[in-house]
């Protein structure tokens, strides 16, 4: 909870907010749905960056979304799980390749 | 020895579990066959015989094109076949290689990347691959043989790509290359060419970008490019086919025909839609496979239970990603499968966006429209060995060994594996595949053997014409039967003319061919034509599954045919019965001087000349002889219709929204935001041209009212408004009606004049509130104007305006638009022996509108059963030429009825009189609901499926009472095709009303008790009246020119030799000045006429008839040809020169292995 209540994080926000009223001003011609998904890989991809985390922070949060969707397609929330799955691959759009990263940086390394 | 055997027991683990697969699958001793595969298994001879050369001779022929790939596979097969081995010990062995490479290739490939792996873990990856359920639907449940290949040759390519770069040995390549040679039948699937170059190409950027040193990296970047074109080169023979065929006019006319990029994009959106979300493909659901389905082994895979185990499976896999984010393997196959991920989803959330964008811009990416099926293969060979890795770094983290790959193992062997062990994974919804004791089982009656026997005994080289006839669908009633593509091709060895598909000319032949057989006076000149003999009349069939017409109704017209000396029965073997075309000519090559040009285009139809020297042109075609004035008749361009819609104002909601901020109102601004943000959120194309065309009403409703306020500054800025949408709406109209069917672009058009007929009404009464204000009037007359010739543009309302007055009232009126090409005197006809039937056609006046002036007319039957509606003057270019549609006939009796239905149900028959097949219907009745239910009305057709002693209703339509208006009320709907039907019944039910719920609402299983229930039952009372059942006029009126074009000479004597399927050697005797040869194979520009230098000779090739290739030849004399098809030379080249790399290949690496042997 420290990272959204942060300064940094804080204006972080206000920019993807600025950026999401500017695509709906100029008519991008996304559907609502979409945009959430691209202002949420920029704010995790926001979080990764400014507080320089590692992949293994990401995979860690993947994990848990995805237990989370598991458990609440148990109760049939089809559409709440889906939507958290989703959410769950975007963590992993950003995770994988910076792995990739890592891996490419301890291979420098040696 | 023991040790020997132990340290390889995995693979003979895989090698026995392969064979008690095969030996369960095909333990009844029968091949197998669904879908589209057809059965290749059936006859290995046939199938050689039909693609072994670069025109592949099924049905009229085409190109074989990417299919020649699997030549050497059916080539190996016929020979082996020959030897005596069964057919389905040849699939059980091809199964069981597929199974046994697959397996071992990703046990190796996991191997290879995770090496410190526990073996009995790796083991789990070969049953991982077979048994996940993305493989079970898109694989095994698919059943299409280069599917199987590819799911064995994917895992083996990469290994091999891998293993090559890890030992840094070009021993693998080569390996590779020559393996790759026998797996050639992969590649007839262009997408799994491209799978296949992605995969090795997307880990060869990953070993290039990971290598530290430079020189290895170089070393990677060349490996690649040799395994790349190592493969170019021995696979050249079939790639230049492709190439080829690409790049021919015939893949354009056939991508044009049929398929448009927004309709092919509509299809990719709905498939991603339903398979797309991300829940299910991380569970390996296929959901509308398992949702869909009625068959009670699915119901497990439906369990909660079930689809928890799945996804947990998925969560072992990324458990394996986080545990193993630095080892090399895991880094590549999580980045291979995290693309494989958002492939598979098609243009789903999130970023589908970015797919749809990929989809409209690439055309390759079409390939792809069933992202879910294609992508598949890439995601199960990514999550295989993550899935190991997972499960083995999971058990050592819970340092409980036993345990998870125990469980691991339960999943995947037995709950996977469940479907596999019993065999049902071929079983699937359609009849007879649905019987667990049928499966996919085929056995194909041995009448089938007998007839190919009696064909062949037959001389001469001609084609069959199968019926009943319809799409390419069929299902076989065989004690174990087939359902899935038209089998005649595979089971028969003769060209057949079977089915019906989307291959351009020969859909021309093949849509109208029954039709022409059911009602023209005589068919066998449309079958000389196609250089038919014989047509199969097949009872085997179930015609009503398929909506086909009943085959006794075949063969009665045969029948009747035979007594008019057109046919002979001359065999049947079991339910197939030959019947002989008495007037055949072999005409496979014919020359012909008598010649038809057709405007557009001829249709299969207009092939009636019984002489053998005819043939009918295109106007395309026609050039090439005299030009224009050989034009003999002409068919309309298009047809659009006009009816006399209700004229109530502002009557329907979605025409003319509710407005409650008009423009002079302050808020009015902030509503047209409101609009603008509304539009921006709707994605479908149809729902925004919905939306917009409720704007426009919307605006023309503030435009009535400022009107009738008097304020022509806010009428004429709405009215600007309206045109500033309406130029929106053109672009996406244009867009739209592209994508739409041609079978539905007439309910399209219909749809839209509805709309607009009524905003030009809305006008009309502008102009009429500013009748003292002529400025006001003009400028409102020229915005209908312009509205008019913008939808005359769309194709909505026809360019000319329609007369219209008490004489001629519009009711349904017909619009044509011919094309011309010289101005003068021009017969209009109508040629149909039914219309008479179902059509009131006096001689009483009628009025025709050509373009801009009205004629009245005399309709008069001439010779031949014409229906002749006047000689008219017609300039060059676009003619318009519109009447009323005929008056159809009544065809039911009895239309006024009561029913009452008091115990028992009230059932009410009309059999429809005269009911052609292939037509559209309309039916309306009144009808006044005294006492409870509403009658239910539906179509029992003598092809519909029999249900029980009665049949499956068509067109079930259930009317409620109203419980607000209880007066008399209209009821009309129309049928759509019928298809097949020879007879209908329209037939009313009425039930009682069933009151018992009404009584005993908390206990509602109580009354499901019929005979409990019955005591609640009250009377239900319908009186209908006026049951009217009209025929729809579809009929094509058609010009013809006053001047008949003059005859020619006789045309030269021709013989020919067939050399094989693309060659023929032609002698031409006694030729005049020029004359018209025809080849009777489907018209492809690839063919090419030559003299015995190999120069080319003639014109063409050109569409002759219908669907056949023509060269105008201006050569006197007598002397030889050659007809042959072109692609081939190029194939025999490329085969030598991929024929030769090969056997170099084979040279090296038997000369390193030795060299290697010695240095040992």
């Known amino acids: 909870m420290k990272y959204i209540y942060s300064k940094r994080s804080f204006l972080f926000f206000l920019t993807v907010a600025f950026l999401s009223i500017l695509i709906f001003l100029f008519s991008m011609g996304l559907p609502v749905e979409g945009i959430f998904y691209w202002l949420l890989l920029i704010y995790w991809l926001g979080i990764v960056i400014i507080f320089k985390k590692g992949s293994g922070f990401g995979f860690k949060l993947v994990i848990i979304f995805y237990i989370l969707a598991i458990l609440i397609s148990l109760f049939n929330f089809v559409n709440a799980s889906e939507l958290i799955m989703r959410v769950m691959f975007i963590g992993l759009i950003v995770s994988i390749p910076q792995a990739f990263l890592e891996f490419l940086k301890a291979q420098e390394s040696k | 020895m023991i040790q020997k055997i132990y340290k390889h027991l995995n693979i003979l683990i895989v090698l026995i579990s392969a064979f008690v697969l095969v030996s369960i699958w095909f333990k009844n001793g029968n091949i197998m066959g669904a879908g589209e595969s057809g059965l290749p298994f059936y006859d290995f001879n046939i199938e050689y015989e039909l693609q072994k050369t670069a025109w592949f001779k099924h049905a009229l022929g085409g190109p074989t094109s990417v299919i020649i790939a699997s030549t050497p596979s059916y080539f190996v097969l016929k020979n082996l076949q020959n030897l005596g081995i069964p057919a389905f010990l040849m699939q059980a062995a091809f199964f069981w290689i597929c199974l046994v490479v697959s397996g ?328 007879p595949m649905n019987d667990p004791y049928v499966k996919y089982e085929v056995v194909v009656p041995p009448e089938y053997k007998q007839a190919s026997k009696w064909l062949l005994s037959q001389p001469g080289d001609f084609k069959l014409i199968v019926l009943p006839l319809f799409e390419e669908g069929v299902t076989y009633n065989w004690e174990k039967g087939f359902n899935g593509i038209d089998l005649t091709n595979q089971v028969l060895p003769v060209q057949s003319v079977s089915f019906n598909t989307t291959v351009p000319f020969y859909y021309d032949v093949a849509s109208d061919i029954q039709k022409v057989f059911l009602e023209n006076d005589k068919f066998y000149p449309l079958m000389n034509a196609l250089n038919a003999k014989y047509v199969l009349v097949r009872e085997d069939i179930n015609w009503q599954q398929r909506k086909m017409i009943n085959p006794q109704k075949i063969t009665e017209v045969l029948e009747k045919r035979a007594l008019n000396g057109e046919f002979k029965k001359v065999a049947t073997f079991g339910k197939l019965t030959f019947w002989e075309n008495l007037h055949y000519k072999p005409s496979e090559i014919y020359s012909a001087n008598n010649l038809a040009v057709i405007s557009p285009k001829p249709l299969a139809g207009d092939i009636t000349a019984t002489d053998s020297a005819s043939v009918y042109l295109s106007e395309q075609a026609g050039q090439y002889i005299s030009g224009e004035e050989s034009i003999s008749k002409i068919y309309p361009e298009k047809r659009l219709i006009i009816i006399e819609f209700n004229q109530e104002r502002y009557a329907s909601q979605h025409i003319f929204p509710y407005v409650s901020t008009y423009p002079d109102s302050k808020k009015y601004p902030l509503v047209l935001i409101k609009e603008k943000i509304q539009k921006l959120f709707i994605a479908d194309l149809r729902k925004k041209i919905d939306f917009e065309l409720q704007l426009l009403g919307k605006r023309l409703k503030e435009s009535d009212k400022e009107a009738n306020d008097k304020n022509s500054k806010l009428l004429f800025a709405s009215l600007e408004k309206y045109f500033e949408i309406i130029e929106d709406y053109k672009k996406l109209y244009k867009e739209y009606f592209s994508s739409v069917p041609q079978s539905q672009k007439e309910d399209v058009q219909l749809q839209q004049a509805e709309i607009f007929y009524k905003h030009i009404l809305i006008l009309s009464d502008l102009e009429k509130a500013y009748k003292e204000n002529p400025q006001v009037v003009l400028r409102i007359t020229s915005h209908i104007t312009e509205l008019k010739k913008i939808l005359a543009d769309l194709e909505i309302y026809p360019h000319n305006e329609l007369f219209i007055s008490e004489s001629f009232p519009l009711k349904t009126r017909l619009i044509y638009q011919y094309q011309i090409q010289s101005e003068g005197e021009y017969k209009l006809l109508i040629k149909d022996q039914n219309i008479l039937r179902n059509f009131q056609i006096n001689n009483n006046q009628m009025f025709i509108q050509i373009n801009e002036r009205l004629e009245s007319i005399v309709p008069q039957w001439t010779e031949g059963g014409f229906l002749y509606l006047g000689t008219h003057f017609l300039k060059k270019g676009e003619n318009e030429i519109s009447f009323n549609s005929f008056e159809s006939k009544n065809l039911v009796k009895g239309s006024d009825f009561d029913m009452k239905a008091t115990a028992s149900e009230f059932v009410k028959r009309l059999p429809i009189d005269n009911l052609i097949t292939d037509r559209k219907y309309d039916i309306s009745f009144n009808y006044l609901i005294k006492k409870g239910n509403g009658p239910v009305v539906s179509l029992y057709n003598d092809n519909s499926i029999p249900l029980g002693n009665e049949k499956t209703p068509e067109a079930l339509i259930e009317i409620r009472p109203d419980y607000y208006d209880f007066d008399k009320k209209y009821f009309g709907f129309s049928t759509g095709n019928l298809y097949g039907a020879t007879s209908s019944d329209l037939v009313f039910i009425l039930r009682p009303w069933k009151s018992c719920g009404n009584f005993l609402l908390p206990d509602q299983e109580w009354c499901k008790d019929n005979r409990r229930s019955i005591s609640f039952d009250r009377q239900s009372e319908v009186e209908i009246n006026n049951v009217l059942v009209t025929e729809q006029f579809t009929e094509t009126p058609y010009l013809e020119k006053v001047e008949s074009p003059a005859q020619q000479s006789k045309p030269p004597e021709i013989r020919y030799i067939k050399i094989d399927n693309t060659k023929y050697e032609i002698a031409v005797k006694n030729a005049g000045e020029n004359f018209v040869l025809i080849l009777s194979q489907l018209y492809d520009a690839g063919w090419s006429l030559k003299n015995q230098n190999g120069e080319r000779v003639g014109q063409g090739p050109f569409l002759a008839n219908v669907f056949s290739n023509g060269w105008i030849v201006n050569q006197p004399g007598s002397y030889r040809l050659i007809l042959e098809y072109e692609p081939q030379n190029r194939l025999e080249t490329t085969a030598k020169i991929s024929a030769v790399i090969l056997a170099a290949l084979v040279f090296w690496l038997l000369w390193n292995k030795k060299e290697s042997l010695f240095k040992k």
């Not at chain 2, 990703?106 to 873990?121: A, G, S, V």
């Not at chain 2, 080829?244 to 990719?268: K, L, M, R």
């Not at chain 2, 958002?342 to 589908?352: A, R, S, V």
């Open chain 2, 104 to 431: 071992i290739s990703i046990y190796k490939l996991c191997k290879e990347l995770f090496p410190e792996i526990n073996e009995r873990f790796l083991l789990l990856s070969v049953f991982f691959y077979w048994f996940n359920p993305i493989s079970l639907v898109n694989v095994w449940n698919r059943f299409l043989n280069n599917y199987f290949l590819f799911f064995a040759f994917l895992p083996l390519s990469l290994y091999f790509f891998i293993r090559g770069i890890k030992t840094g040995s070009y021993n693998y390549c080569v390996i590779f290359v020559i393996i790759s040679s026998f797996f050639s039948y992969v590649y007839s699937s262009m997408a799994f060419n491209i799978l296949l170059w992605y995969t090795i190409f997307f880990a060869a950027i990953f070993y290039i970008t990971v290598q530290k040193n430079i020189k290895h990296k170089i070393f990677v970047l060349v490996y690649f490019l040799t395994f790349f074109s190592l493969w170019v080169l021995t696979n050249l023979w079939w790639i230049t086919q492709i190439l080829g065929y690409i790049s021919s006019p015939t893949f354009s006319a056939a991508t044009q025909s049929f398929f448009t990029n927004a309709g092919n994009f509509e299809g990719f959106s709905t498939i991603s839609e339903k398979l797309g979300r991300i829940t299910d493909i991380l569970a390996f659901r296929h959901s509308s496979f398992y949702m869909d389905s009625k068959l009670a082994w699915f119901e497990i895979y439906n369990l909660a239970f079930i689809k928890l185990l799945n996804l947990l499976i998925s969560l072992v896999v990324l458990m394996g990603i986080l545990l193993g984010r630095k080892r090399s393997g895991v880094v590549f196959l999580s980045l291979y499968s995290l693309v494989a991920l958002f492939l598979i989803k098609g243009n789903n959330f999130p970023f589908g966006e970015l797919i749809s964008w990929l989809f409209i811009n690439i055309p390759a990416y079409q390939l792809f429209r069933n992202p879910f099926e294609k992508f598949g293969f890439l995601l199960v060979l990514g999550f295989t060995p993550l899935f190991v890795y997972g499960a083995y770094s999971l058990t050592n983290l819970l340092k409980r060994n036993s345990l998870v790959y125990l469980t691991c193992a339960l999943v995947i062997i037995i709950i996977w594996g469940f479907p596999f062990w019993t065999g049902l994974v071929f079983t699937t919804n359609f009849t």
